[in-house]
């Protein structure tokens, strides 16, 4: 007797999905496969799936909405049981709720955040991701600290900070809070942030690249004192052209800090070789691993509580940022 109940608690603890996972069929768009974080997304939540025995098929939704919709329909007429979706545009979520409120399946948004009122016109939607302001915070606390323990920072003897903003996509929760809170946390630090120059370079390296070269040749590298990137792909695109001035090659002599979010391999790399100051994780592997055992939960009509992760506000499932420098997390 008792032997059986520790063997059935032991299968109930290792393999707390197993038993019915297999049935589960998730549909998934993901805004576009091009795109560095959402790649590690990707693959966490294939992992998870594998390891569950869940079947999933992800779309690459190409930047157009539209053309998600029609993924959106697809699955749902293939009978798919729940769905993953993150959107194009976080704003027009709304049909997607209402074609997966008229299938009757559950779905979960990731990394793009519907308004709350969405979310609250479903009973069966929810979404996964990080607070968007943290990661603000933290990355704005990375080139605060390293300011105030590096005074040759302050280039022109101001005691306040010349800084480059480089922001993600227009309308992104993440373009627009850590725009705000990366600042708001320099000034919380006792430092005053200067906006030197700032543009929208859409997560992309290449973009930022390009900027950032418009911003070294009329600014002059000799008068920038950090840039403050969104996320890692522009923090490399700024080091890239910074590079090419001759800065932030690993020697401390000609050196601007950047500052991106993620902690995508290559931006740790960047940090390895000492051409990028530091970033925040993003952690995808938690994001995809809560996304997929969220989905499967709601789907099979299991308590959602019990799969590991916290749900907050009965609809959120947030995963916490956390700082790295130089290949140590803080
Ligand atoms: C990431 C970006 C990514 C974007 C996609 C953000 O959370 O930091 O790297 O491009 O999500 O929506
Ligand atoms: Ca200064």
Known sequence: MRKSFLFTLILILVFPFSLYADEIKIGSCIYRF??????RFRNAMSAECEKIGAEIEIADSQN??????????????????????????RMEAQPIIDQAKAANIPVVFINREPAPEMLASYERAYYVGAKAEESGTQSG???????????????????????????????????ILRSKYSVEAIKNAGIE???IASAIANWDKLQAM??????????????????LAN????????????KNSDYNKGNSEMYIPVVGVDANASALDAMDKGEMLGTVLNDADNQGMAAVRLAVALASGKDINS??????DGKYIWIPYQKVTRGEKN
Do not use: C, R, W
Request: hydrophobic residues 40%.
């Open 193 to 195: 942030p200067v906006e």
């Open 64 to 89: 157009d909405q539209n053309t998600q919709n029609e993924q959106v329909d697809g699955f749902i007429s293939n009978g798919v049981n729940v769905l993953i979706i993150n959107p194009v545009n």
């Open 210 to 227: 390009n900027i950032m070269n418009g911003f070294v040749m009329s600014i002059g590298p000799e008068n920038i004192e950090a840039v």
């Open 34 to 39: 091009n795109d560095a974080f959402m790649l």
């Open 141 to 175: 606390e990375l080139l605060a600290e390293y300011f105030k323990t590096h005074p040759e920072a302050d280039k022109n003897h101001d005691g306040k900070l010349q800084f480059i903003l480089l922001k993600g996509e227009n309308g992104h929760q993440d373009m």
């Open 307 to 312: 799969i590991g992760y916290e749900i907050t």
């Open 231 to 242: 996320n890692d792909e522009m923090a490399l695109g700024a080091v890239e052209t910074l």
